[in-house]
T-cell receptor, first 114, second 115 residues
Framework: AQSVTQLDSQVPVFEEAPVELRCNYS??????LFWYVQYPNQGLQLLLK??????LVKGINGFEAEFNKSQTSFHLRKPSVHISDTAEYFC????????????FGDGTTLTVKP | DTGVSQDPRHKITKRGQNVTFRCDPI?????LYWYRQTLGQGPEFLTY????????KSRLLSDRFSAERPKGSFSTLEIQRTEQGDSAMYLC?????????????FGQGTRLTVV
């Protein structure tokens, strides 16, 4: 079985500042890794995914994440955040090609302040 | 809009009543998933279908829960004899199921409140 730990439940940050949302996972097998964003009263939207290859993955809205196998981490970063990035962010892992069957972390609430 | 559609968006029901939710996946997607999300937590996998076949059910899916996808298109999730602990957001997602780590597309969810 796999598990996901999002290390920060809430991250407040000022507009235009950089941000890092931390995610650690546990799995006995190779996994695929995902970050999703959820705006209030909305479904989840995929930000980016790591399947294989380059450990630095770029996604939508200027976000990127780095897969670190030795540290079993997949932290999400953005160099300069906007007010519109305020949302809930979820890290997820899937152990097979069935990415729809994923294990999610409990989420990190990113609040961008002016 | 060709995304995943869920109906209703909100449902308030009295404890003990039965409720049914509907999910219409993206038309060419043969895989469909149901998740439950409670406040302050991430989505938890409940079950998934490939076409009309229900291939896996989480132990979270008690015998009061049943899901169907009769023609391999839309799906329904029924909860019988609802309890207050069933209050949650129920999310549906679909994917093509082809290729590595195929993206799943999520609907906006049905928020259930049991009073």
């Amino acid at each position: 079985a796999q598990s996901v730990t999002q290390l920060d439940s809430q991250v407040p940050v000022f507009e235009e500042a950089p941000v890092e949302l931390r995610c650690n996972y546990s799995s006995s097998v190779s996994v695929y890794l995902f970050w999703y964003v959820q705006y209030p009263n909305q479904g989840l939207q995929l930000l980016l995914k790591y399947l294989s290859g380059s450990t630095l993955v770029k996604g939508i809205n200027g976000f990127e994440a780095e897969f670190n196998k030795s540290q079993t981490s997949f932290h999400l970063r953005k160099p300069s955040v906007h007010i519109s990035d305020t949302a809930e962010y979820f890290c997820a892992v899937s152990r097979d090609t069935n990415a729809g069957k994923s294990t999610f972390g409990d989420g990190t609430t990113l609040t961008v302040k002016p | 809009d060709t995304g995943v559609s869920q109906d209703p968006r909100h449902k308030i029901t009295k404890r003990g009543q039965n409720v049914t939710f509907r999910c219409d996946p993206i038309s060419e997607h043969n895989r469909l998933y149901w998740y439950r999300q409670t406040l302050g937590q991430g989505p938890e996998f409940l079950t998934y279908f490939q076409n009309e076949a229900q291939l896996e059910k989480s132990r979270l899916l008690s015998d009061r829960f049943s899901a169907e996808r009769p023609k391999g298109s839309f799906s329904t999730l029924e909860i019988q004899r609802t309890e207050q602990g069933d209050s949650a957001m129920y999310l549906c997602a679909s994917s093509t199921g082809q290729g590595l780590g195929t993206e799943a597309f999520f609907g906006q969810g049905t928020r259930l409140t049991v009073v």
